[in-house]
């Protein structure tokens, strides 16, 4: 939901504004729920929003995880990894490096 119905009025000099700006969204972006987009945010590739994160800014790190209010860069070099289960094994066969653990 997005709404731009809301102006802003200086007091001192009497100007009336209604702050506009655009939300940038990358590419493979996880959004949990309850999250807050202000105006003029831009939330790189790759990255992972905490639940009841608020992003009022340009995040900067492309792969990483971000959380709080406001929201900050917890952790980098990650990505989400589908839970479907041939998307699963496809993605440890072509990445040796990581080790899956089975709960």
């Given at each position: 939901?997005?709404?731009?119905g ?5 007091l001192?000099?009497g100007?009336?504004?209604n702050n506009?700006g655009d ?6 972006v ?12 831009i ?9 009841h994160?608020?992003i009022?800014?340009?995040m900067t790190?492309t ?5 709080g209010s406001?929201?900050r860069?917890?952790?980098e070099?990650v990505?989400?990894?589908w839970n479907n289960e041939?998307?699963?094994?496809a993605f440890?066969v072509e990445?040796e490096?990581?080790?899956q653990?089975?709960?």
């Amino acid at each position: 939901m997005d709404n731009d119905g809301h102006y802003i009025k200086d007091l001192i000099n009497g100007v009336v504004k209604n702050n506009k700006g655009d939300i940038k969204i990358g590419n493979n972006v996880w959004l949990a729920n309850n999250v807050t987009i202000l105006k003029s945010s831009i939330i790189p590739n790759g990255s992972i929003i905490a639940s009841h994160s608020l992003i009022n800014r340009a995040m900067t790190s492309t792969n990483s995880i971000y959380a709080g209010s406001p929201a900050r860069c917890i952790k980098e070099n990650v990505c989400r990894v589908w839970n479907n289960e041939d998307e699963l094994d496809a993605f440890f066969v072509e990445n040796e490096s990581c080790v899956q653990i089975n709960d």
